[in-house]
């Protein structure tokens, strides 16, 4: 990663955190400013608590509008505020989509909220010059269709392949079970635990990392 971001000038990363800020995160020449996320079980305070998030989130690129050309969102959110701002400061802008946190929105009870919810979203991505998914399926999966012709899939990631390669064919190894994610609900990190302990009942052959 550190050769990636390096590769760049003038690269600006905004990081929107959860946990503790950490000092010197700066690689190279790549300049970052974190902005502390706060975090709430009520659903009220959590919503307003994100819009204050992308609020910030946008003073910050207009702090740096005039050293960047490009503004590249790697956020599950509809990402509204930071996506106008960006248009504001005539900035191209590119939704990268790890998730599709609309999807769980419209599952909602209240249907006022899911509709509401949609709406930012189909604002966001009209809006937004590209679009960036992993698979060509989760056009229609996640009902993308009317954004098609914005779409780039890039499913290719940077693996370091003289560090990561095989060393033992598949059918020599053992049954590895392993987490990898962060410790938190929405990663599945329960449901991982939760189905460990059936595995085990039911198989005498697997070891956990």
């Not at 609309?102 to 010059?129: C, F, G, T, V």
């Not at 939760?194 to 198989?203: D, V």
């Amino acid at each position: 990663m550190e050769k990636i971001l390096s590769s760049f000038s003038n690269l600006h990363v905004i990081i929107g955190t959860a946990g503790n800020l950490v000092d010197n995160i700066n690689v190279g020449d790549v300049k970052t400013t974190q902005i502390k996320q706060h975090l709430s079980s009520n659903f009220i305070t959590r919503v307003l608590l994100y819009i204050f998030l992308e609020v910030r989130i946008s003073f910050a690129l207009i702090k740096i509008c005039r050293n960047i050309d490009l503004v590249i969102l790697f956020m599950e959110s509809d990402a509204l505020f930071p996506v106008l701002t960006a248009k504001f400061l005539q900035k191209k802008t590119i939704r990268v989509l790890p998730s599709f946190v609309a999807q769980e929105n419209a599952k909602l009870n209240d249907s006022i909220s899911s509709a509401a919810l949609a709406l930012l979203y189909r604002i966001s991505y009209s809006l937004s010059n590209k679009i960036f998914l992993y698979s060509p399926n989760l056009i229609k999966y996640w009902r993308l269709d009317k954004y098609k012709q914005k779409i780039c899939i890039v499913q290719r990631h940077y693996v370091d392949f003289n560090k990561f390669k095989i060393k033992k064919i598949f059918a020599e190894r053992v049954n590895l079970v392993g987490y990898v994610g962060r410790l938190s609900d929405e990663k599945g990190i329960y449901n991982f635990i939760k189905a460990t302990s059936q595995l085990i009942i039911q198989r005498n052959d697997l070891e956990f990392l």
